[in-house]
């Protein structure tokens, strides 16, 4: 298989074909960021990039610029269906981190869907992100593959300054499903129930002063700690 090529987006038309690729990850019926503000946003300092094989995109990835000159807000990260589980979302954020460096951004912060195992092995166990603030239903009802459970999510917060895998000395666990995506579409009402549940073990981990700070692959938990 050939090694994409990771960069900028450089033309409008690619932009547009970006709107084409949400689609395919998210759902057509999850409405895709436009092309005009990708193209406005990437002239006022965004970064808008993508991964591609030839002139084929297989990821994408949206990042702005925050009322914090040293910090930047990543809004999508995707990678297509056929490309998932290779490393490239892993690729598309040291990327990202590179490109932030270079221009003196020191962190890099997003929401994402706490319940989901790539998402939390991606984000907190191998960027070495951490996150204390827990969004309720953070975008309202949702369609495409968020369609039929509250839209929680986290604020991950990533520090490009601190190493990527800290010792974690976990003082509480927080368990979540292995494969919530087959939930929702095998049983939905078990779906909505361990989004609930997740949902007040982190609040209250939160409240007693701990944070997330690893995630354990193998026993598909997430590590919280203190100080």
């Known amino acids: ?12 038309s690619e932009m547009k074909a970006a709107e084409s690729f949400q689609r ?13 503000m990708l193209l406005a946003i990437q002239h006022e300092g965004g970064l808008v990039a993508g991964a591609f094989v030839g002139d084929v995109m ?4 949206f990042g702005f610029p925050t009322s914090d000159p040293q910090a930047q807000h990543s809004h ?5 269906p056929d490309w998932q589980g290779q490393g490239l979302g892993l690729r598309m954020k040291l990327y990202q981190k590179d490109w932030c460096a270079a221009r003196g951004i020191r962190r890099v912060r997003w929401t994402y869907d706490p319940i989901r195992r790539a998402n939390a092995a991606l984000n907190i166990d191998r960027l070495g992100a951490t996150a204390c603030t827990y969004y309720r239903d953070y975008y309202g009802p949702m369609e495409g593959i968020n369609a039929g459970v509250p839209s929680d999510r986290l604020l991950a917060e990533w520090d490009l300054t601190r190493p990527a895998k800290p010792h974690v000395t976990a003082e509480r666990m927080v368990p979540i499903p292995p494969d919530f995506t087959a939930l929702v579409q095998d049983d939905l009402g078990k779906a909505q129930s361990e989004r609930l549940r997740v949902r007040a073990a982190l609040e209250s ?4 002063g701990l944070h997330i700070a690893g ?12 100080g």
């Not at 057509?28 to 960021?33: A, L, V």
């Not at 999508?76 to 297509?80: C, D, I, N, P, S």
Request: hydrophobic share 45%; proline share 6%.
């Open 205 to 208: 981990a939160f409240s007693d």
């Open 24 to 36: 395919l990850v998210w759902g057509r019926d999850d409405p895709p960021d436009n092309s005009d």
């Open 76 to 80: 999508r990260l995707g990678v297509h």
């Open 58 to 61: 297989v990821a994408f990835l």
């Open 215 to 226: 995630f354990d692959r193998a026993q598909t938990a997430y590590l919280l700690a203190r």
């Open 1 to 12: 298989m050939t090694d994409p090529v990771l960069r900028d987006l450089a033309s409008l």
